[in-house]
């Protein structure tokens, strides 16, 4: 068990949770640690085209940033874009002022404020002020 537990340390486990590296050779696991580094390069260069968009309020930069097949890109078409863009502005104020206040990383839903984590919609439990339950 001492040596599982050495060679767990050795690898980057947490790139993919609950995925065991020790089955692999050491050449298959810097494959999958390029195949990742590749998607995190390509996954950030996608958000910042997605920024890019927004920040010029160019809605076909964004609908070739997001993709059709996107779920978003079935509601918010051109016509509505540039209210789109404004919600954006507006969440990324809101983020800064949050952080400003402290609260970095807590989220509108966790304070009862909207709906994330599929609480504080009003059914069945949700979290009050700062996360605690009531």
Known sequence: MAVKAADNATTPTDSFPGFRWTNLTAEQQADMEAKRAEHE???????????SALDSNDYQAWLKAVGTANPLAQKITADNFAKFVE??????QANQIMSELGLEGQGFGQMGMGQGMGQGNGLGRHRGMMGTQE
Request: hydrophobic share 40%; glycine share 0%.
């Open 41 to 51: 390069k390509l996954r950030e260069a996608n958000r910042a085209a997605i920024q």
């Open 87 to 92: 919600a954006h502005k507006l969440r990324q």
